[in-house]
């Protein structure tokens, strides 16, 4: 077997972008989409222990409540965006407090609520570690979608006036 043929195993199969198949284009985008997704999280939980030593599902968290101002999120609608159970949700947020990644503080005006914001060592952290996780996103996806299904990705977005008709 030639270096050529060893790397083409080594290559997540790509589902196929276009053809005679049975599913629409839709269907056949987010399968593209799934692959390409499932190829990302794996390369992403080895280079995410490494870099930042937190568990993929952990930097999910750290990822989210960076995009958010820094008061942070109640818990419930962290739950609510990545899709977690809640009880899930606090054993999670309970490491990353304990490896000083966020805060929790209680809600004004509400017992039961708790609010979950970045601390600044994660803050930190991230802006460390963001090109390299970056690059491993797109190397990951460069390899698992080529230009078939990039093309293909357009079925998922369709053209706003594609919509009115």
Known sequence: MSASDASATDQPARPLAGGEGLLPDELRAWMVLLAATGTVEQRLRSAVKET??????????????????????????????LGRPKTRL??????????????????????????????????????????????????????SMGPEQRAAMGALVPDPDDEAR
């Open 90 to 143: 606090t054993y999670q947020i309970a490491c990353l407090q304990r490896a000083g990644l966020v805060t929790r503080t209680s809600v004004c005006g509400d017992k039961r609520g708790v609010q979950v914001a970045l601390t600044e060592k994660a803050r930190e952290l991230l802006r460390a570690a963001s090109a390299r996780l970056a690059g491993t996103v797109r190397r990951a996806l460069a390899d």
């Open 52 to 81: 930042l030593d937190v568990s993929h599902d952990e930097f999910l968290i750290l990822c989210l409540l960076a995009e958010q101002p820094r008061t942070g999120l109640r818990m419930t609608r962290v739950a609510d965006l």
